[in-house]
């Protein structure tokens, strides 16, 4: 009893003097988490199925990043407005190409299937095989070892929290996290795209007697969501830096994330989001680095054990 | 009193803001051929979805008695423990497993309730195996009951409507029911047909004592089978009588029988 | 006929055909880097490389040459009339009996065992001799295990690994190769691992599954998924228990104490293969049996109608729970078999990439089909392993699962059922597509 009294007090003690720095680094996690959440709610939204093949997208908007970084980005690093400049291009370049692979993604391993009505452990598993192809092929034609990205200076303090340093690469990933998720939630709640999309997720029968485009719908919903999961491995990469394998655990943690939330709830996905993060990050006070990815995990699992349907609850259609 | 096989008290059930059944108080005597009529979207398929586990009412009770006569109370009961308590039922779009043989599909009602006994079935001890005589001989038996030897081997996905309904209603009794729930079993099928069902339903109860509880549209065979009816409507129930009762009760001709309206009003 | 042909040559599907042969040829293609990111896609094209063994060219005149080809035949088959129509009406033709059918099984069953038993007599090279246990015998066990969870139930198993590797570390901890005391204080024989393996995956399945599987079939997926990497994460951290990265001590070799006869099964591979292959043809036979019961016909209800299944009074969490223990207990088995044989296990086998490659052999075969899968595991892995025994020039290991990845979608785009297809699963499939049927559907909110 004694030690672990001993040992709950000592690390409470740690908590309290690193709770804002973990604090700001999770929520800036939180925001990639979130956005890469978005891409899973939306599509499971319209087709009532989990995209496998979003960590690709993801890990694609990295690569994308990486190589306009390079080509960009000379021996000086750039700072001041150069930077907000080259952060912008980073964040459109690996946007697009995110859009892009998800388009492909939904051409050639959804929309076969749905032409045939093929059922649902098909779309599984022909999703799971885009995935694989797509990371596969990402390490042999750009090597399978771990690089960093060039980066523009964005390492420098802003300002500080409780003492905590708040890094420009920090408030970036703010930024450009609200920028996009109010965006988002405008186009779904107020432009006759959203109107579709949410029509599709209600019934999709109905919507496409109402004159919805459902082939249309799905696939500017694929656009949306690949685009914010491009532009998150972007930011993702500019940090941690780019392997072909870099979908696979942020994208696991961003569908905890959408699960966490309420899977098919955009609000859900950035709450579960922030939240995980900001869990994740100060759970390093407890367990050791290596078991970080368990963590999550663990939520994962305890969030289907009890409330399967989220914090915010399912469904698109409604609570947009 | 001890003989309400189906006992149901006040029950309401609610999906967000719509409620499919508004405070539905009604009984079944055992062996008793009683009929649900209402006009669509009254709630009948709910009553039944209520009736069988597949819903959970937020209100109420629902009482059924068991196979040695033992009340059981079907709220919060999972549908399989429902049809393992004696309860069997038909769905109104005929839910077949339709890459399976008219025979699978009897064979699978027949031997669900037994425990599973994988080791066994890896096995193919001599228990399993004397299992499996006698579901294929009660199989057989069935489908000799609802005139469909001839169509055993036959993929159940091909078969007529009317031949979906009578499998279906061989696939509940398999499952040695109290009980037999039929959901519009006479939609979708032929004058000829609707003859040959009301005879079947007739001779489910007459021959093997089971109690049936009815919804269906078509009012002649529902005044010729029934023996008392329950009027549904907007979820709540506006009559109870004999089908002469119910015939000459000013409110059912209001609500159903005397126009169309209501029905052309309603969502299908 | 030629008026057919014509009508149906379209530019689009030319396109088609070069973007897929375009692909192909990346696919085999030389490989690039961060520093040449462009190198393997422009290399795939201008690269030296002979035309068929013809004559000397560069990549891109043979792979026209594919894509044209690949065109005239897609166009061909087009041609020959509308054969998809028949496909609904076939699918429900009534099956032949079982009586009708059982000389014809017993028959190739009997040819197929007799090829099996001879063949480490016809093969004397040791690689094939080794992995005709390690990469074939073993891989059928784990693929017909995956195909209880995958074709028998329905549900995807994205971590089949990870019982694969509690049933490896088990043998470990039984036989007392690991750091941590083994089981009982004493070092027993890898036999005695069997059961205790097969129990402790079972388990390990059942805590995992019986939460998850309530819900949607894809959660499943997505746990699993996150399963096996959570596994790989603790076998290598745990030094104290598993050895961590640095794998274990040596596991002995299985070996036999009946009485007089005393039997040590060595470092050669034939021993293994027979030893294998009894286990094979034990486990293919108790699966069959499995199929064709009361299980079986459940799972199949289950499948392809939840709600009328529970209706009749099964219970599909029970069997969901119950396919998945019995495809875990089986990784776990074949876990044992490879750690005795192999002699030491490390948690960098264990990865993503083994759990992809069970499914694509059950995908590949048929799920649902343990014929199938068979031949879809002896096909795919003789192939992976000649590949690797004398691979074509500029082929590296990893490319294997860029073409394993793209078989999955071939495979659920033009035949999902598989090669050799169950014939309930292929009606299952015929049906859904025509719109009969309610086996998981996709984009409607189906009301019972
Ligand atoms: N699963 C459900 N979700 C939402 N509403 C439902 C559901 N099931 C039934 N309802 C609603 O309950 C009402 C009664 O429907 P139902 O019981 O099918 O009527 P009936 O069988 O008499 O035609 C309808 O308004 C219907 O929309
Ligand atoms: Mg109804």
Redesign the interface.
């Known amino acids: 009893m004694g030690g672990f009294g001993h040992y709950l007090l000592s690390h409470l003690d740690t908590m309290r003097r690193e709770f804002w720095f973990l604090f700001v680094g999770g929520v800036a996690n939180g925001f990639l988490y979130g956005m890469v959440a978005v891409g899973y709610t939306l599509v499971y939204g319209v ?4 995209n ?1 093949a979003h960590s690709e997208i993801f890990m694609s908007g990295g690569f994308a990043g ?2 306009v970084m390079k080509a960009m980005i000379g021996p000086t690093v750039p700072s001041g407005f150069a930077t907000v400049y080259l952060i912008v291009i980073g964040i459109v370049v690996g946007g697009v190409v995110g859009a892009a692979i998800a388009t492909l993604v939904e051409r ?2 959804y929309r ?3 032409r ?11 999703a ?7 990371f ?2 990402a ?6 070892y771990s ?1 960093s990205v060039p980066q523009p200076y964005v390492n420098h303090t802003v300002f500080t929290i409780f003492g905590a340093p708040v890094q420009l690469y920090y408030l970036v990933i703010l930024i450009a996290g609200v920028i996009m998720f109010v965006g988002l939630d405008r186009i779904v709640a107020k432009t006759k795209l959203g109107r579709g999309i949410r029509a599709v997720a ?4 109905t919507a496409s007697l109402m004159g919805v485009n459902i082939d249309r719908t799905i696939a500017m919903t694929f656009i949306v969501g690949g685009a914010l999961g491009g532009a998150a491995g972007f930011l993702f990469g500019l940090g941690t830096g780019v392997v072909f394998t870099m979908g ?2 942020p994208a ?1 943690k961003a ?1 905890t994330a959408a ?1 966490l939330g309420g899977i098919g709830n955009l609000r859900g996905a950035m709450i579960g989001g922030l939240l995980l993060g900001v869990v994740e990050s100060l759970s390093v006070v407890f367990v ?1 680095a ?2 970080i ?2 963590v999550a ?1 663990g939520i ?2 305890a969030v ?2 009890i409330r ?1 349907t989220g914090i915010l609850g399912e469904r698109l259609g409604r609570a947009a | 009193m001890s003989d309400k096989i189906f006992d149901v008290q006040n029950v309401t059930l609610r999906f967000g803001g719509v409620v499919s059944l508004n405070d539905v108080s009604l009984h079944q005597n055992r062996g008793e051929i009683l009929a649900v009529i209402g006009p669509n979207g009254a709630g009948k398929t709910s009553l039944f979805n209520s009736l069988t586990g597949v819903y959970q009412p937020q209100e109420g009770t629902i009482t059924f008695l068991g196979r040695d006569a033992k009340p059981i109370s079907i709220i919060g009961k999972k549908a399989h423990r429902v049809s393992a308590a004696g309860v069997a039922r038909t769905f109104q779009a005929s839910r077949m497993f339709s890459a399976l043989t008219a025979f699978e599909n009897v064979k699978i009602g027949a031997e669900s309730h037994r425990g599973i006994g994988v080791l066994g079935a890896m096995l193919r001890g001599p228990a399993t195996r004397r299992g499996e005589k006698t579901s294929d001989a009660k199989t057989e038996e069935l489908l000799k009951f609802v005139g469909m030897t001839d169509k055993a081997n036959v993929i159940s996905a091909s078969l007529s409507y009317g031949d979906r309904r009578r499998l279906e209603i061989a696939r509940g009794l398999a499952t040695d029911p109290q009980v037999l729930l039929l959901d519009e079993p006479a939609a979708g099928t032929n004058p000829s047909e609707k003859i040959q069902l009301t005879e079947l339903i007739r001779k489910v109860r007459n021959e093997m004592g089971v109690s049936i509880l009815l919804i269906e549209h078509d009012m002649k065979l529902v005044m010729s089978l029934a023996e008392r009816l329950y009027v549904l409507n907007f979820g709540g129930v506006i009559a109870e009588g004999t089908p002469d009762e119910i015939r000459s009760n000013p409110a059912v001709i209001d609500a159903y029988l005397g126009s169309s309206t209501v029905e052309t009003e309603e969502r299908t | 006929m030629m008026m057919t042909i014509f009508q149906n040559l379209s530019v689009r599907r030319f396109l088609s055909s070069v973007a897929v042969v375009a692909v192909i040829a ?2 085999t293609g030389p ?4 520093e040449a ?1 462009t190198a ?2 422009t290399g795939s094209f201008s690269e030296k490389s002979s035309f068929f063994g013809l004559f000397e060219t560069i990549r891109w005149v043979p792979f026209l040459f594919i894509a044209v080809v690949f065109f005239a035949v897609w166009t061909l088959w087009l041609s020959r009339g509308e054969q998809l129509k028949g496909g609904v009406s076939k699918a429900l033709a009534a099956p032949r009996s079982a009586t009708q059918r059982r000389p014809v099984r017993w028959g190739i069953t009997l040819v197929f065992l007799f090829v099996a038993i001879i063949l480490p007599h016809v093969i004397s090279d040791p690689f094939w001799q080794a992995a005709m246990v390690e990469q074939i015998g073993v891989y059928i066990l784990l693929a017909i295990g995956l195909n209880v969870v ?1 074709g028998f139930a ?1 549900l ?1 198993d ?1 971590g089949f690994v990870a019982f694969y590797a509690i049933g490896a570390y088990t043998t470990a901890w039984v036989t007392g190769a690991l750091p941590t005391p083994p089981l009982f204080g004493i070092h027993m024989d890898p036999f005695f691992a069997i059961p205790i393996a097969i129990l402790i995956a079972m388990l390990a399945g059942i805590i995992l599954g019986a ?2 599987l ?2 949607r ?3 499943l ?3 699993t ?3 096996g ?2 596994i790989t ?2 076998a ?2 745990l030094y104290g228990i598993t050895g961590g990265s640095q794998g274990t001590a040596v596991i002995p070799h299985f070996s036999l104490h009946l009485g007089p006869i005393k039997y040590l099964w060595g470092l050669t591979p034939v021993p293994y293969y027979y030893l294998t292959l009894v286990f094979v043809v034990l486990f293919l036979a108790a699966f069959s049996l499995l199929e064709h019961s009361r299980v079986g016909r459940a799972w199949t209800a289950i499948r392809e109608d939840e709600v009328a299944a529970e209706s009749v009074g099964i219970n599909p969490l029970k069997y969901k729970v119950m396919a998945f223990a019995i495809g875990a207990s089986t990784a776990g088995f074949a876990g044992v078999v490879t750690a005795s044989q192999s002699n030491n296990i490390f948690p960098s086998s264990f990865t ?1 990439q083994f759990s ?1 490659n069970i ?1 694509v052999l059950v ?1 590949f075969g048929g799920m649902g089909s343990i014929v199938g899968v068979v031949l879809g595991a002896i096909v795919i892995q003789t192939g992976s392993m000649f590949l690797l025994h004398s691979p074509p020039a500029g082929y ?1 290991p ?2 294997l ?2 073409y ?10 033009f035949r ?1 059922a598989g090669l050799i297809p169950s014939r309930r699963r292929r009606r ?2 015929r049906l ?4 009969e049927g309610h ?7 189906e009301q019972p």
């Open positions: 087709l009532r199925l989990i496998f990486y190589f050639v391993a076969p299937l749905r045939r009505h093929a059922p649902a452990l098909a779309y599984l598993i022909s799971i095989g885009a995935s694989y192809f797509l596969n092929l390490g042999k034609e750009f090597g399978r690089i209600q019934d999709a029968e696979f655990t696991l569908f699960v050791q290596a078991y990815d368990v995990f994962l699992v289907l054990l399967p | 990346v696919m490989a690039g880097s961060t990111p393997g896609f995958v329905g995807l994205l939460p998850t309530r819900l079939g894809d959660y997926a997505i746990v998924l996150g399963f990497e959570i994460i603790f290598n951290n993503l992809i499914l995908i590296q990893s490319d699962y860029i394993l990845g793209a078989l999955l979608m071939v495979m659920m785009i999902p299952e499939i859904s597509e025509a719109g086996a998981d559907e996709v984009l409607t909110g």
